[in-house]
């Protein structure tokens, strides 16, 4: 029967029965005549009983397909946000245009004149964004340094890139995005060069031999004797330098002289740094002793941290120092600005810019020292500095900016956070993976960038910890807030007490000496909270007793009714 | 249409509907899984499927007074989310299905039993939902409503704004275009004998 009467019942085999009546028969949706006519009509016709499987078989396949699992709940779902929705469309218009102008108020206030320092000390960036973005900051010694506006600027725009696309980026894709984004950043700048790599007791470069690209050396005592074309990257007891390096020399070491001719900068962590050779560009130290002889030259600028610093030589421009003692007796081509103990300008000393120091005790300056200005004398007074109206300023935005990093990062990552918040109440396990996370990470992280292997996951490892010790706050102040305001699982609510938390956490950290110990542990103990949070997620779920997840499908509904009854 | 095995939660039901956000929050965690999937079958985009997901649950929290705790939960939620998913892919303009008027008018071609037994033997779950996403989006929300939760023909008709007549031609329909889809080269495309 090939009409569409659905309800008629005919001989087998003299018609058959259409497919829209064996398709109602096997939704159970004939009434009962007609469906015992069907039944009567499959039972000797062959046909219309392997269609009638056929058809039962799609239904059942159709919904084991569609009840199958395939794809999690995604992370935005995985709690009921009502007001996150309703407002969402504003809200995170405001609260990224209020970043924008946080990080633009921070960045002219606060970054751009370290920057132009920087600048001046050979760190050309031209902008934040180039400088993070742009000029393969991860591979150029401490330029890498992110602080937590770079960290806020990059997340800022991660953040607006996510809401102008937010209907095709969610969740999981978003996140990819945003660290395959990471990933380029950090491969675009991978050197182009070949670099070589030399390791053993004493490893040298002879004279006359000439390395062309960047070259990393490690050993007890590193010699530089001949040409390099390129960089230079030692970890050494001792580092001597008497031949020619055409870029950069960037070492950590006990001992580092340098005798021959840098074209490029230093940057070195040393213990005592000897420089009797020249250096056409920049010198950035961090020493307990630089000693700048006679015969060295700076050809631009200095910066040097430490504890004594004897400056005989030539600077061709500024000198920027932070150190306990320091005397100048040589030629300084620009400006100084100092900051310590004490200051001392001795006869022979010619300085053609601005000098100024800031310390404890009044500088003393040579009668036949020849300064281009009088010298700017401030005197430190510890403490009361810190509390002028500026101070406070800066702790508001300061303030401001965790909560909009703890914002991000609760909305980025809410279950993470939440686990995060609730570990802070396990406080034995917190404080333990604290301390040895936070002492250890970066241990970790050195150890990988000096045995140069690992050098992306070092420099990676340091961002990671570095952030981390801002995100251990802003968990630790969910956590108090949580105390204080009681527990809640929706967003709002949570980031309301994150607030709260976080501000009383800024204000007790305001107090004199006993501030900075309270934030140590809050950092400590925000940190043993993150791994411990980190550590049972990557943790298998095994145990036998557990209830069902969450996510099982406890109102999914059964198959439907397809089974027909006899077939 | 209800969910046969499963016992409902009418305490956490009845708790949720006098205002208590702990019993709201249990409830969200328990159907909203299967909500998102029955939202991802029924969707074109799974951005789409999270954003009715949320409104759907927005909605219920505000019906939730109103729901007849006499009757399944499971199918007021699908009835719910059925008609939500239906609106919105109204809104968006997004179908691409014939107009309803001309469906009974239209023939079609009874498959050869064997080669549609072999074609649903071949082919996987992911396969099927492959295949699932290329129907227009009348007899995608069909067939999602009959197999995925279960609905009565009546509820169906409703949801979708058509005599409850048609629904069976819509299932149909919705079935030959999804052979069609399964197997593009097979002789069941275009139907086999009559």
Not at chain 1, 463 to 469: D, G, I, P, R, V
Request: with cysteine.
């Amino acid at each position: 029967m090939t009409e569409p009467d659905r309800n008629s019942n005919k001989q087998a085999n003299e018609t058959h029965v259409d497919e829209m009546t064996l398709l109602l028969y096997v939704e159970r949706q004939l009434d009962r005549e007609a469906a015992q006519g069907v039944s009567l009509h499959t039972q000797t016709c062959t046909r219309c009983l392997t269609l009638l499987r056929a058809l039962d078989r799609e239904s059942r396949l159709l919904t084991r397909s569609m009840l199958e699992q395939d794809e999690p709940l995604p992370a935005r779902l995985a709690e009921f946000h009502e007001k996150v929705k309703r407002n969402m469309q504003w809200i995170w218009g405001v609260v990224f245009g209020l970043a924008v102008m946080g990080v633009y108020a921070l960045y002219t206030g606060y970054v751009e004149p370290w920057e132009r320092q920087f600048a001046e000390a050979g760190f050309g960036s031209t902008n934040l964004l180039s400088l993070v973005v742009f000029q393969g900051a991860f591979w150029k010694g401490w330029q890498s340094m992110f602080s937590l506006f770079e960290v806020l600027a990059v997340m800022c725009m991660a953040g607006f890139g996510l809401f102008a696309f937010r209907r095709y980026l969610r969740r999981g894709s978003a996140l990819a995005v945003l660290f395959a984004s990471f990933g380029l950043m950090m491969a675009v700048a991978t050197p182009a060069s070949a670099t070589e790599f030399r390791k053993g007791d004493n490893v040298n470069v002879k004279k006359g031999e000439v390395i062309k690209g960047d070259i990393f050396l490690t050993g007890e005592h590193v010699r530089i004797d001949g040409d390099v074309e390129g960089d230079v990257f030692a970890f050494a007891h001792q580092v001597d330098v008497s031949g020619h390096i055409n870029g950069d020399l960037i070492c950590f070491a006990q001992a580092v002289r340098v005798n021959g001719v840098i074209d490029g900068n230093v940057r070195t962590g040393a213990n005592n740094v000897t420089i009797t050779g020249t250096v056409e560009r920049n010198v950035m130290t961090w020493s307990e002793t630089l000693n700048l002889d006679a015969s060295g030259k700076i050809g631009r600028s200095l910066t040097a941290g430490g504890e004594t610093l004897t400056l005989d030589g030539k600077i061709g421009r500024d000198f920027l120092g932070f150190a306990d003692s320091t005397t100048i007796s040589g030629l300084i081509g620009g400006s100084v600005r100092e900051r310590g103990k004490s200051l001392s300008i001795v006869s022979g000393a010619e300085i053609d810019g601005k000098t100024a120091f800031k310390g404890q005790r009044e500088p003393n300056v040579a009668s036949d020292a020849k300064l281009a200005s009088p010298l700017e004398f401030t005197r430190e007074e510890h403490r009361r500095a810190e509390r002028t109206g500026g101070y406070y300023l800066w702790q508001v935005i300061w303030a401001a900016a965790y909560v909009l990093f703890g914002l991000v990062l609760f909305s980025l990552m809410p279950k993470f956070s939440q686990e995060a918040a609730a570990n802070t109440e396990h406080l034995g396990a917190s404080a333990g993976l604290g301390i040895l996370v936070g002492a250890g990470f970066p241990i970790g992280a050195l150890l990988a960038c000096i045995t140069v292997v690992g050098l992306f996951v070092g420099i990676s490892g340091f961002f990671l910890w570095y952030a981390s010790l801002y995100f251990a706050q802003i968990i630790v102040g969910a956590a108090v807030g949580a105390w204080i305001m009681g527990r809640t699982d929706e967003f709002w609510p949570e980031i309301g007490r994150m607030i709260v938390g976080l501000l009383l956490l800024r204000v007790v950290m305001m107090v004199p000496y006993v501030g900075a110990w309270i934030k140590f542990v809050v950092v400590v103990w925000g940190i043993g909270a993150i791994s411990l949070a980190l550590y049972r997620r990557l943790q298998p779920t095994m145990a036998p007793n557990i209830p069902p997840a969450p996510m099982a499908p406890l109102g999914s509904p059964l198959p439907p009714n397809t089974t027909v009854g006899g077939i | 249409m209800s969910a046969p095995g499963k016992t409902e939660p009418t305490e956490v039901i009845a708790r949720a509907r006098t205002g208590d956000t702990q019993a709201w929050g249990e409830l969200y965690r328990e159907f909203a899984p299967a909500i998102f999937r029955f939202c991802r079958r029924a969707m074109p985009t799974r951005e789409d499927a999270e954003d009715a997901t949320m409104e759907i649950f927005m909605k219920l929290r505000d019906k939730l007074i109103q729901y007849d705790q006499t009757r399944s939960f499971t199918a007021w939620l699908y009835k719910v989310a059925a008609n939500h998913c239906w609106d919105m892919l109204r809104r968006k303009k997004a179908r691409h299905d014939k107009d309803m008027d001309d469906v009974d008018d239209v023939a079609l071609e009874c498959p050869e039993p064997n080669q549609l037994e072999k074609l649903i033997e071949e082919r996987t779950s992911e396969e099927v939902r492959k295949a699932l996403d290329t129907l227009g989006m009348r007899a995608r929300m069909a067939l999602v409503m009959r197999y995925y939760s279960d609905m009565s023909y009546d509820e169906i008709a409703d949801a979708l704004g058509v005599r409850r007549q048609f629904v069976g031609v819509v299932l149909l329909r919705a079935r030959h275009e999804l052979r069609q889809a399964m197997g593009e080269n097979s002789a069941l495309a275009v139907g086999g004998t009559r």
